[in-house]
T-cell receptor, first 112, second 115 residues
Framework: DAKTTQPNSMESNEEEPVHLPCNHSTISGTDYIHWYRQLPSQGPEYVIHGLTSNVNNRMASLAIAEDRKSSTLILHRATLRDAAVYYCILRPLQGGSEKLVFGKGTKLTVNP | ETGVTQSPTHLIKTRGQQVTLRCSSQ?????VSWYQQALGQGPQFIFQ???????GRGNFPPRFSGLQFPNYSSELNVNALELDDSALYLC??????????????FGPGTRLTVL
């Protein structure tokens, strides 16, 4: 399973942008980059995913480096509700089950 | 549209006992995955069921077993409980066959404590 590296923790202030980095230097050409987050006392929830191009949705933006060895999840205006553990996950194009391989993620603290 | 539900919410068992956890998948989803999340760690994949067949298994011993029913709900069974089995057990459903862009929808989990 391809490996990702994320900082253990990050801190932000409410209403400011947050950039959460993820390194995945061993990514293969067909691995998708997914982000999930887990709010306190809840199951993980999907945030966004991409393959090569930058992606935007109502929750966040995903910026993917040109060589695909790193990506950044961008929360444009952090709210207190965005305080969670954020997981960067690589999903291969092939490989049988559609499992998610979670690391320890980045714990985001949002200050009021 | 009903989301993923799990029961029970909390459970306390003693070492050596057996436990069954239940999961109802989101409407229209045919794939259920189970994960174990120890305190302070990310979820670890246990196994996945697609249309009632096991479709992949993580690094868990055979005393972890499962079932998926014709309505795509699922059970996770753990025999001979050990103290290290204390964890949050998460169920996720998805529409299988969608490949690596497929999104998984998680339930709130069952907190199992083994004494």
């Amino acid at each position: 399973d391809a490996k990702t590296t994320q900082p253990n923790s990050m801190e932000s202030n409410e209403e400011e942008p947050v950039h959460l980095p993820c390194n995945h230097s061993t990514i293969s050409g067909t691995d998708y980059i997914h982000w999930y987050r887990q709010l306190p006392s809840q199951g993980p929830e999907y945030v966004i995913h991409g393959l090569t191009s930058n992606v935007n949705n109502r929750m966040a933006s995903l910026a993917i480096a040109e060589d695909r060895k790193s990506s950044t999840l961008i929360l444009h205006r952090a709210t207190l509700r965005d305080a969670a553990v954020y997981y960067c996950i690589l999903r291969p194009l092939q490989g049988g089950s559609e499992k998610l391989v979670f690391g320890k993620g980045t714990k985001l603290t949002v200050n009021p | 549209e009903t989301g993923v539900t799990q029961s029970p919410t909390h459970l306390i068992k003693t070492r050596g006992q057996q436990v069954t956890l239940r999961c109802s998948s989101q409407s229209g989803h045919n794939t259920v995955s189970w994960y174990q999340q120890a305190l302070g760690q990310g979820p670890q994949f246990i196994f996945q069921y697609y249309r009632e067949e096991e479709n992949g298994r993580g690094n868990f011993p055979p005393r972890f077993s499962g079932l998926q029913f014709p309505n795509y709900s699922s059970e996770l069974n753990v025999n001979a409980l050990e103290l290290d089995d204390s964890a949050l057990y998460l169920c996720a459903s998805s529409l299988g066959g969608g490949g690596p862009s497929n999104e998984q929808f998680f339930g709130p989990g069952t907190r199992l404590t083994v004494l």
